[in-house]
């Protein structure tokens, strides 16, 4: 009979941990989640220097160095190998904050795809002469393509930016003031939108900016050791496709994920946009229902065959490893969650 093939489970969670330590200090609490805490307790805690989800990701599929979201991500949605360094230029909206401009990421503007056509059409028109052409892939996902001369700028994740302060962030590396000079120039050319009037009558906040993120080509080798692949997030649609494996939504609960089998990886992004809205009530109830449809089964399963080795991932600290013994580690109590953020 043939032996059956270890069961591993990789487990990304971006948000997991990203204002625990703000939020304690702020608020006193945020919540028990037993399993989860039963399971970061007895896991061996490997220090990661908060890459952010993007490059969690690439690195599973041995993907290393600057993260080519733009071009993974494209192919994701358009199924297009195009040739070219393509980079996110994703609208969103700056908000000013006592010191610096804060932002407010794609998902939060509910984008019409008309309206995205209509602004892209003005940025295209302003950013002619410089031989640029923004591409409205999707209403809230916008991708530009570089000139060969161009450049590849320095750039920050949108999901390690998002609700939060954009100066520290901003595009570095040589041609990094041409990119500063752009994005001042298009918040002018936006501001006064007939689109972004009228969104400002109807409530929805603005489309006053661009972020752009992620510039690169296609990565020409994917190494990708995963029998399954669950997630939501276009990246690793993108990721998978070049690996030439498929990818399954994410399911409800763990259980689906425990009947398979293999080498599995889960992308479980359902906190990261209550973490960039520095939203803790909703995490929380998020959390809940991770505690109950995840990390529970999780914490029962392991060690059996159905789950002999975990690990996860929480994109901005540890990397946390539970190996079959572990759940024997008795001397390990459960500690709050605030005991595990970076």
Known sequence: MPERAPSVLYLVVPGLLD????????????????????????????QEQGAGVEAVLCALFGVHGPVPAGALRRLALTGRRDPGRWMCMDPVHLEAGMKDLVLTDPGQLHLQTEEARALVGRINAYLADDALQVEATTADRW???????????????????????????????????????????????????????????????????????????????????????????????????????????????????????????????????????????AWQAGMEGLEAAWFAPLRRALGSSALRHLRVYSTCGPVFDLVPGARWRLWRRARPLAAFAP
């Not at 204002?19 to 061996?44: I, K, S, T």
């Not at 954009?166 to 918040?187: C, K, S, T, V, Y």
């Not at 990708?224 to 939504?249: E, K, M, N, Q």
């Open 143 to 281: 991708h530009l393509c570089l000139p060969e001369s161009m450049p590849t700028p320095d750039t920050v994740s949108l999901s390690r930016v998002s609700g939060r302060p954009i100066n520290a962030f901003l595009p570095a590396g040589g041609d990094a003031r041409f990119w500063h000079r752009r994005l001042n120039e298009l918040q002018m050319l936006l501001f006064d939108a007939p689109e972004n009037r009228a969104r400002e009558a109807r409530g929805l906040p603005t489309v006053n900016s661009v972020w752009p993120w992620g510039a690169g080509g296609l990565p020409g080798t994917v190494h990708a050791p995963f029998s399954r692949i669950y997630g939501d997030d276009p990246l690793v649609a993108g990721l998978a496709r070049c690996a030439d494996l498929s990818v399954a939504p994410l399911p409800d609960t763990a259980e689906t994920v425990l009947a398979g089998g293999g080498t599995r990886l889960v992308c479980l992004d359902t906190l990261s946009g209550d973490v960039a809205r520095d939203d803790l009530e």
């Open 19 to 46: 204002r625990v330590a703000g939020w304690q200090a702020d608020f006193g609490d945020v919540g028990h989640y037993p399993a989860l805490e039963w399971l970061l307790a007895r896991a061996d805690a490997e």
